[in-house]
């Protein structure tokens, strides 16, 4: 009896250690966020940013001091792949003095991701988040990234990488009762409520 504890505590350690090991050091493999904690809201992305201007209306507290803009804008970039940027790359391979053609939006796109910070006033941290449309555009996707201090915004402790296990699972829990959670009552309420 006392040898089947041991090996069962032995195996229960072993599992555990290795599913923290992939947790942190390798997360969702792929991606350019793969420690994240996502939630796929079903809502459109328009739907979500109401939602969380309307929940930092209301709670002004959960915008971080100092942080004037609700969002930071998506950054928009040359898009490598339309026919006029094609040709100027062919031009710049003979002339490398060619200056880049100004930007318009038949030769840019923009960022996929929608970047949203939120503060927690007790513990004096802001939370990185961000949003993105998803392929269906009814669901749209609402990403914890990180948390950092407010006295030091740029040390960022990533989410599923940099907390322990319990510790992480009070984060993602925090995270997800104060704001995925009221994210989600202002649709459902703003979809019963009808248009307006």
Not at 49 to 78: G, S
Not at 164 to 172: H, P, V
């Amino acid at each position: 009896m006392n040898k089947k504890i041991v090996i069962f505590l032995t195996l229960f350690l072993l599992l555990w250690g290795c599913e923290e090991f992939f947790r942190r050091k390798i997360g969702g493999f792929a991606g350019s966020y793969p420690f994240v904690e996502y939630w796929d809201l079903k809502a459109s992305e328009s739907e979500v940013i109401e939602a969380i201007v309307e929940l930092k209306k209301e709670n002004p507290e959960l915008q971080p001091p100092n942080q004037k803009e609700l969002f930071q804008p998506r950054e928009v970039d040359y898009d490598w792949g339309t026919d006029e940027m094609k040709k100027y790359l062919e031009l710049y391979l003979k002339d490398s003095t060619l200056q880049l053609p100004p930007m318009t939006k038949s030769n840019t796109k923009s960022e996929y991701w929608l970047y949203v910070n939120f503060y927690y006033p007790d513990t004096k941290e802001i939370v990185h988040t961000w949003t993105r449309p998803d392929f269906d555009t009814t669901v749209t996707t609402f990403a914890f990234v990180s948390l950092s201090r407010l006295e030091n915004p740029t040390d960022r402790r990533l989410i599923n990488r940099d907390f322990w296990y319990l510790a992480n699972r009070r984060q993602i829990s925090k995270f997800s009762s104060t704001f995925v959670d009221k994210i989600q009552e202002k649709i459902d309420k703003r979809r019963k409520r009808g248009p307006r």
